[in-house]
């Protein structure tokens, strides 16, 4: 029996598609005139309208989205689109980490452990600035006009 090292660390690093999944679910309701229900964006999703219904409620608490409740209720977005960038959602997100990869730190005195982690250190947190950086480039606006024009490609295409 071989062991592939690089497969099994694939297979278990779990990876934070929030960001990922609220971007989906606002652009659908960006098309939507009305209130959009979380078990309609559960269906969008493939989750549970539960993990919706929580994930939006950071939305809610930063402004972004509101929730209109009873039988014609549902979520909105509350925010231009325009002014909501990639970064906002993030941190609104609670800033999940960035990258999964990082430093060993199980024992701190290591020699090596310390020359390891100074090395990557640095190139993790330019990393990570310049993408926060790019975030903060990116509005909803900018991913709501390109999903027009796929949109608008892919109608053509058919026809």
């Known amino acids: 029996m071989t062991f592939d090292l690089k497969q099994n660390i694939v297979s278990y690093m779990k990876r934070d598609s929030r960001l990922s999944s609220v971007l989906h679910a606002l652009l659908h309701m960006a098309e939507q005139d009305g209130p959009v229900t979380s078990e309609t ?3 969008c999703l493939g989750t549970n309208p539960v993990v919706v219904r929580r994930t939006m409620g950071y939305l809610r608490e930063a402004g972004i989205v509101t929730s209109d409740r009873g039988h014609a209720g549902g979520w909105r977005i509350h925010a231009d689109l325009g ?3 990639l970064r906002q959602l993030h941190e609104a997100l609670g800033e999940p980490v960035v990258f999964a990869v990082g430093n060993r730190n199980e024992i701190p005195e290591c020699l ?48």
Do not use: M, P, Y
Request: hydrophobic residues 50%; glycine residues 2%.
């Open 112 to 159: 090596v452990e310390q020359s390891v982690n100074a090395a990557l250190q640095g190139t993790f947190a330019e990393a990570e600035a310049l993408l926060l950086k790019r975030f903060s480039e990116i509005t909803l606006a900018d991913l709501a006009a390109d999903f027009s024009r796929r949109h608008a490609a892919a109608r053509r295409k058919r026809s």
């Open 83 to 85: 002014s909501v960038t």
């Open 41 to 43: 964006l559960a269906q």
